[in-house]
Each structure stands twice: as structure tokens, then as C-alpha cells.
């Protein structure tokens, strides 16, 4: 037990001794050590930044998908504005519109019978 607690002591005033004549060398080496902590880990940091761009990549993705919805729908909307065939479309299967004289029959289905 004495050996192992004289390696200990020997190995804890080798650092220390190693502090004592190298300060620079160690100064150098925490300023940097912190240096890279604060580049990577920082809120400007490179984590933050890949964090971010995968945020944009989603964004632009979802807004590309809305762009097209918007241009399908201005699309819709131009033919509503031209084809009286396309409203009367619209209006009978969204809307249950009807022309006048016409009979509407509702058809259900018993789906407990095969």
C-alpha cells in the first residue's frame, strides 16, 4: 500500500513540477483548450451553426410545399374564373348544390351485409 501511495505522490509532483517550469507552455494550452471550447460549444459556436442549418434546410422545404399549394390554388381559381363546367363542379361535389329539378338520391351502404 505505501508503494502505491509514493507512486501517487510521485506522479502528482511530476505534474506539479511540470506546471512549475512550464507555465507558458500551460497558459498556451488552457487559452487554447478554452478557445476551442468557446468555437465549438458557443452560441455562435459550430454545433449551433449545423443546428441551425438543418433548421433552414426544413424551413425552405416546407416553403417550397406552400409555394406550389399557393400556385396549385391560383391555378384552381383561374379555371373557376373561366369554365362554368368547373364551378358547377366545385359547387355540386363541395357544396351539394343542384340544378333546379333535380332529384338528389342518398345511397347507403350496409357494409354488416356481404
Given at each position: 500500500m505505501g508503494n502505491n501511495s509514493n507512486e501517487k505522490d510521485s506522479l502528482f509532483k511530476t505534474i506539479a513540477r511540470f506546471f512549475k517550469?512550464?507555465?507558458?507552455?500551460?497558459?498556451?494550452?488552457?487559452?487554447?483548450t478554452g478557445l476551442?471550447?468557446?468555437?465549438?460549444?458557443?452560441?455562435?459556436?459550430?454545433l449551433q451553426r449545423i443546428k441551425?442549418?438543418?433548421e433552414r434546410?426544413?424551413?425552405e422545404s416546407q416553403l417550397n410545399?406552400?409555394?406550389?399549394?399557393?400556385?396549385d390554388l391560383r391555378k384552381e381559381l383561374e379555371l373557376l374564373k373561366t369554365s362554368d363546367e368547373e364551378l358547377e363542379r366545385i359547387a355540386r361535389e363541395k357544396f351539394g348544390m343542384t340544378k333546379d329539378g333535380e332529384k338528389i338520391y342518398k345511397v347507403t351502404v350496409d357494409s354488416t351485409k356481404q
Open positions: 517550469y512550464n507555465t507558458r507552455i500551460v497558459i498556451i494550452i488552457v487559452f487554447f476551442i471550447s468557446v468555437a465549438v460549444f458557443g452560441n455562435k459556436g459550430i441551425l442549418e438543418d434546410k426544413d424551413l410545399i406552400e409555394l406550389k399549394k399557393s400556385q
